[in-house]
């Protein structure tokens, strides 16, 4: 995806600096431990003192998860951590429960008939599946992103608005649109047309202003599917700078099918396949430069190489 | 086609562009002649219509309340009794059917009992609108004891469009993308406030056409409503709720059997009337219809 913008023709590109070349985000290392220094309940500490698949602060932790449509296992047996305010990737060939697991983190999967999971996923300690957690509020704190941007049918503003709406926002709506729009990169772009349908945005904008209007929630964990799947390489890497810029803040989990994004902007990546049966598990989980550069696994050294899938 | 090109041993293309082509503008032929048909059918009607009816179409038609005497003859009665009508039609259904396609299309677990359901709804549609009649005039007038009154014919006729507001709602409903409804649950919408604030907006140009079209068909209706007590000679303003009103349909009917050339003339005037109120609803539903889908393209 580094391919060299037309920027000499198109306008809308001018002011961008020239697109910088693939790199990994951030030098590796084992992850930092933060300022609490993990949480008892979910953080086991790896004897070997490597980063193994539990980190140290996890928002999310899954520990023997499967997920089944009805009697078919689309995913099974995973155990893994998602780290505090870091980008995590899962990567994988079509078909491998990626999207499958990543909808089941803000239990988006609830609605589907016959969809169930074995196991436990702890979100910040709780039980995610616990029988007191209502998954609306679950959803605030766990914003989705989708593959194909899908503004309202509404004004710019309104769009952004829409969740503090209906979550009872107390504050001044006016001013979390500003800052939701500028903590998206957006604002410059539409601060003169909040009024002009959502849809009238180009893909990556309508993809920003999904963003935008995931972060007016003020969540604490960003799920992304396939965010740029349906964009253009200018919008895709507008997109990446942004999740980059938003992890400060946010926990980002990302599904992808592009390699090169996984290796851009995340922090850690997990390689999944599916099995036989079709369904699908965890191969490796590791710091994402060890995963595109030295993986443990055959099968993930195989994918990313690009021999298969 | 050459022989030579039929023989060649290796399979190739035939364009056949001109073929192709011809049968591109034969089938617009046919569309142009299908509209064309349509449009003489109305043209000629219209003509017939207004060439006898608008001579009498004046002020005193339009206000005037029926008469023996043709000259003297008014509709005021009827497009009362009609306006009452649909503002009751339209206050009933619209909620009601709207209501319940949200539940089908929304809130019904799918499976069997939904489908059936469903196609009972469908069915109910295409029921003669006679036996609704005939139903209103056990259910409405004798049962609830409303006698033959205004009310129990628009009873009448919300039981008749509810169908058609329904599969028409469900239909709206259905064409919102599921991105849609994810989107508002992603945020932390509950389901009530995903269909209140995601769906129905997203769906509200489809229930409106569907609403009108209904209401046109209730509008036009007669046969319901001679049997739940639709009189032909009104010549008094309808009350809901006293018995005694006539709607246009039924008026234009009346008129058109006598054997009396001017009495038909009227009637054509009062067709005009009917197709007038027509245009006015159906013109009405054109802008609530751009108003609401000004934002809206997927």
Request: with cysteine; glycine share 8%; hydrophobic share 45%.
């Given at each position: 995806?580094?391919?060299?913008?037309?920027?000499?023709?198109?306008?809308?590109?001018?002011?961008?600096?020239?697109?910088?070349?693939?790199?990994?985000?951030?030098?590796?290392?084992?992850?930092?431990?933060?300022?609490?220094?993990?949480?008892?309940?979910?953080?086991?500490?790896?004897?070997?003192?490597?980063?193994?698949?539990?980190?140290?602060?996890?928002?999310?932790?899954?520990?023997?998860?499967?997920?089944?449509?009805?009697?078919?296992?689309?995913?099974?047996?995973?155990?893994?951590?998602?780290?505090?305010?870091?980008?995590?990737?899962?990567?994988?060939?079509?078909?491998?429960?990626?999207?499958?697991?990543?909808?089941?983190?803000?239990?988006?999967?609830?609605?589907?008939?016959?969809?169930?999971?074995?196991?436990?996923?702890?979100?910040?300690?709780?039980?995610?599946?616990?029988?007191?957690?209502?998954?609306?509020?679950?959803?605030?704190?766990?914003?989705?992103?989708?593959?194909?941007?899908?503004?309202?049918?509404?004004?710019?503003?309104?769009?952004?608005?829409?969740?503090?709406?209906?979550?009872?926002?107390?504050?001044?709506?006016?001013?979390?649109?500003?800052?939701?729009?500028?903590?998206?990169?957006?604002?410059?772009?539409?601060?003169?047309?909040?009024?002009?349908?959502?849809?009238?945005?180009?893909?990556?904008?309508?993809?920003?202003?999904?963003?935008?209007?995931?972060?007016?929630?003020?969540?604490?964990?960003?799920?992304?599917?396939?965010?740029?799947?349906?964009?253009?390489?200018?919008?895709?890497?507008?997109?990446?700078?942004?999740?980059?810029?938003?992890?400060?803040?946010?926990?980002?989990?990302?599904?992808?099918?592009?390699?090169?994004?996984?290796?851009?902007?995340?922090?850690?990546?997990?390689?999944?396949?599916?099995?036989?049966?079709?369904?699908?598990?965890?191969?490796?989980?590791?710091?994402?430069?060890?995963?595109?550069?030295?993986?443990?696994?055959?099968?993930?050294?195989?994918?990313?190489?690009?021999?298969?899938? | 086609?050459?022989?030579?090109?039929?023989?060649?041993?290796?399979?190739?293309?035939?364009?056949?562009?001109?073929?192709?082509?011809?049968?591109?503008?034969?089938?617009?032929?046919?569309?142009?002649?299908?509209?064309?048909?349509?449009?003489?059918?109305l043209?000629?009607l219209l003509?017939?219509i207004l060439?006898?009816g608008l001579?009498w179409l004046d002020a005193?038609f339009l206000?005037?309340?029926?008469?023996?005497?043709?000259?003297?003859?008014?509709i005021l009665?009827a497009i009362?009794?009609s306006l009452?009508?649909s503002?009751?039609?339209?206050?009933?259904?619209?909620?009601?059917?709207?209501?319940?396609?949200?539940?089908?299309?929304?809130?019904?677990?799918?499976?069997?009992?939904?489908?059936?359901?469903?196609?009972?709804?469908?069915?109910?549609?295409?029921?003669?609108?006679?036996?609704?009649?005939?139903?209103?005039?056990?259910?409405?007038?004798?049962?609830?004891?409303?006698?033959?009154?205004?009310?129990?014919?628009?009873?009448?006729?919300?039981?008749?469009?509810?169908?058609?507001?329904?599969?028409?709602?469900?239909?709206?409903?259905?064409?919102?993308?599921?991105?849609?409804?994810?989107?508002?649950?992603?945020?932390?919408?509950?389901?009530?406030?995903?269909?209140?604030?995601?769906?129905?907006?997203?769906?509200?140009?489809?229930?409106?056409?569907?609403?009108?079209?209904?209401?046109a068909?209730?509008i036009g209706?007669?046969?319901?409503?001679?049997?739940?007590?639709?009189?032909?000679?009104?010549?008094?303003?309808?009350?809901?709720?006293?018995?005694?009103?006539?709607v246009l349909p039924?008026q234009v009917?009346?008129?058109?059997?006598?054997?009396?050339?001017?009495?038909?003339?009227?009637?054509a005037a009062a067709i005009a009337v009917v197709l007038a109120l027509m245009l006015a609803l159906n013109a009405l539903a054109?802008?609530?219809?751009?108003?609401?889908?000004?934002?809206?393209?997927?």
């Amino acid at each position: 995806m580094t391919v060299p913008f037309e920027t000499a023709t198109d306008p809308a590109t001018a002011e961008r600096p020239a697109s910088p070349p693939v790199r990994l985000r951030r030098p590796v290392g084992p992850a930092d431990p933060g300022p609490e220094g993990g949480r008892p309940e979910d953080a086991t500490p790896d004897p070997s003192g490597a980063p193994g698949p539990m980190s140290v602060d996890a928002v999310l932790a899954l520990d023997d998860v499967s997920c089944w449509y009805g009697g078919f296992r689309a995913v099974r047996d995973v155990s893994l951590a998602v780290e505090r305010k870091r980008i995590t990737a899962l990567i994988g060939p079509s078909g491998c429960g990626k999207t499958t697991l990543l909808r089941t983190l803000n239990r988006m999967n609830d609605l589907v008939p016959g969809y169930r999971i074995d196991g436990r996923i702890s979100f910040d300690g709780h039980d995610l599946f616990g029988p007191a957690v209502d998954p609306v509020v679950v959803r605030r704190r766990i914003g989705m992103v989708f593959q194909k941007p899908n503004p309202f049918p509404k004004s710019i503003y309104d769009n952004v608005a829409f969740g503090a709406r209906i979550n009872g926002y107390t504050g001044d709506i006016d001013e979390l649109v500003e800052r939701s729009l500028r903590r998206a990169v957006l604002w410059d772009e539409v601060k003169d047309k909040l009024r002009q349908s959502g849809l009238a945005l180009s893909g990556g904008q309508q993809q920003r202003l999904c963003i935008a209007r995931t972060i007016a929630v003020e969540p604490e964990v960003i799920l992304m599917d396939e965010p740029c799947s349906a964009l253009d390489p200018r919008s895709t890497l507008q997109i990446e700078e942004l999740m980059t810029e938003l992890s400060r803040d946010y926990t980002i989990v990302i599904v992808t099918h592009n390699m090169q994004q996984a290796a851009r902007v995340s922090d850690t990546t997990i390689f999944m396949t599916m099995g036989d049966d079709r369904a699908g598990f965890v191969v490796e989980r590791g710091p994402t430069q060890e995963i595109f550069t030295n993986p443990r696994d055959r099968l993930t050294e195989d994918y990313v190489s690009g021999r298969f899938g | 086609m050459s022989a030579a090109t039929a023989v060649r041993a290796t399979p190739t293309f035939r364009p056949a562009l001109t073929r192709r082509r011809a049968a591109g503008i034969a089938f617009a032929g046919v569309a142009v002649a299908a509209i064309g048909v349509l449009l003489l059918a109305l043209a000629l009607l219209l003509w017939d219509i207004l060439s006898r009816g608008l001579p009498w179409l004046d002020a005193d038609f339009l206000t005037g309340v029926p008469s023996r005497r043709p000259e003297r003859a008014g509709i005021l009665p009827a497009i009362v009794g009609s306006l009452q009508i649909s503002v009751i039609v339209g206050l009933l259904a619209f909620p009601t059917g709207v209501a319940a396609a949200v539940y089908l299309s929304e809130y019904a677990p799918a499976g069997r009992l939904s489908r059936i359901l469903r196609t009972n709804i469908a069915n109910l549609s295409g029921v003669p609108s006679v036996i609704y009649g005939i139903f209103g005039l056990a259910l409405f007038v004798r049962l609830a004891g409303l006698g033959f009154t205004l009310l129990a014919g628009a009873l009448t006729l919300t039981l008749l469009i509810l169908p058609v507001v329904i599969i028409a709602s469900i239909e709206a409903l259905k064409a919102v993308p599921d991105s849609q409804r994810e989107g508002a649950l992603a945020l932390g919408a509950t389901r009530w406030q995903m269909v209140r604030r995601a769906v129905l907006p997203a769906a509200a140009p489809g229930i409106m056409t569907g609403i009108i079209l209904a209401m046109a068909r209730a509008i036009g209706e007669t046969a319901p409503l001679v049997l739940v007590g639709a009189f032909t000679f009104v010549t008094f303003l309808p009350d809901p709720f006293q018995g005694g009103y006539t709607v246009l349909p039924i008026q234009v009917y009346q008129w058109a059997q006598r054997p009396q050339a001017d009495f038909q003339a009227i009637s054509a005037a009062a067709i005009a009337v009917v197709l007038a109120l027509m245009l006015a609803l159906n013109a009405l539903a054109l802008i609530i219809r751009a108003r609401l889908s000004r934002s809206i393209q997927w």
